[in-house]
């Protein structure tokens, strides 16, 4: 039995689940395309409207003509609206298309901290990921916020993955008004639970799998919602990360990619694979015997097929080694390999 077949729909991610940039990555568009449960595109990013994020996905291969997107915009009105009264001014930045919904939820929406339309004051702050953010942007929400607007953020991702790397996130440029302000916004999207609530009652799933790279937003959230979560080594968070990661931010299964939700359940969980045995030393973990190498006579051996029998034998290691370092009290000083399988195993997290 496969993990699909646990569950009744997929919340998925987008950024560094189903994309990097504008470069799709491949296993995922192909499993999507072939899954027969309802799937949700659930993604933190707000740059960009619905209409674009589904025009986007088409384009990078999705067959659905109407595929479900939510994203922390819908979150944020929710949020909005318990921090704000309609027709108060609401102080924006981010993507032109943020200003037009917080607009037509029914705001006064202005760009700078000097405009008061109403002369009652900026009762709020909204940011959004918008790249063209910068210093007269944030100096903007620093200024409202010094004068006693409430601070919102659709998402608090301090990174965002792109086809060049890494680069900044919405939370990493709302940690420099955090810096020159003290106050700390609050974040609307993933970790917290609505907007997996929202999606998931969208596409009539009671029992949703959470498809997601980022543990502190895409698996922290599953987990806030009470719902399954697979953690995909696609994007941001690997394997130091997750040996690293406290309890509310563990994901129920672990694999290489969205293709893995066709593998058996109880092959992603952690726990003993691949021959690998791991036992705890003090403040450490020691990962002893494992698979010697990969029999290429029973498979392709083109580059492609021969680095993902690389990364399963890596990712049999990982799970090994989680199930004892997450029963440690705390996070294992070292990992310690103890074979030459387990030493090129471990060559290969990050």
Not at 285 to 312: C, Y
Request: aromatic share 4%; hydrophobic share 45%; charged share 20%.
């Amino acid at each position: 039995m496969s993990l699909l077949d646990n569950h009744d729909g997929l919340l998925v991610d987008l950024d560094g689940t189903v994309w990097n940039g504008d470069t799709a990555i491949e296993a995922a568009i192909s499993v999507l395309n072939d899954v027969d449960v309802p799937v949700a595109f659930v993604t933190n990013n707000a740059s960009k409207p619905h209409s674009a994020v589904v025009e986007k996905l088409q384009k990078l291969g999705i067959a659905d003509e109407k595929p479900t997107v939510f994203n922390s915009v819908d979150a944020v009105l929710e949020v909005l609206a318990e921090e704000a009264s309609p027709g108060s001014t609401v102080l924006v930045v981010g993507a032109e298309w943020l200003h037009e919904v917080v607009r037509n939820a029914g705001y006064e929406v202005v760009t700078s901290a000097g405009q008061d339309p109403s002369n009652s004051g900026i009762a709020a702050v909204v940011q959004g990921h918008n790249p063209e953010n910068g210093w007269a942007q944030l100096s903007e929400i620093a200024l409202a916020v010094r004068a006693g607007a409430r601070y919102l953020v659709t998402n608090a991702d301090t990174s965002l993955p792109t086809e060049r790397g890494f680069c900044l996130g919405n939370g990493a440029l709302a940690a420099a008004v955090t810096a020159s302000t003290d106050v700390y916004p609050r974040a609307a999207g993933k970790p917290e639970p609505e907007l997996f609530k929202l999606a998931a009652q969208k596409i009539g799933a009671k029992n949703p799998l959470c498809i997601g790279d980022r543990l502190n937003t895409d698996i922290a959230g599953a987990n806030s919602a009470g719902f399954d979560s697979l953690h995909v080594l696609t994007g941001v968070s690997g394997a130091i990360e997750l040996l690293e990661a406290p309890p509310e931010h563990r994901p129920t299964y672990i694999g290489a990619d969205i293709s893995d939700v066709l593998s058996p359940a109880q092959q992603l969980v952690p726990g003993p694979q691949g021959d690998f045995t791991a036992r705890g030393d003090g403040h450490d973990v020691l990962l002893e015997r494992g698979i010697k190498h990969v029999d290429n006579t029973q498979a392709n051996t083109s580059q492609h097929n021969t680095a993902a029998a690389s990364l399963a034998v890596s990712l049999a290691a990982l799970r090994t080694v989680l199930e004892v370092a997450w029963a440690m009290p705390k996070p294992p000083r070292y990992i310690h390999p103890r074979s030459v399988a387990a030493e090129h195993a471990v060559a290969d997290w990050r």
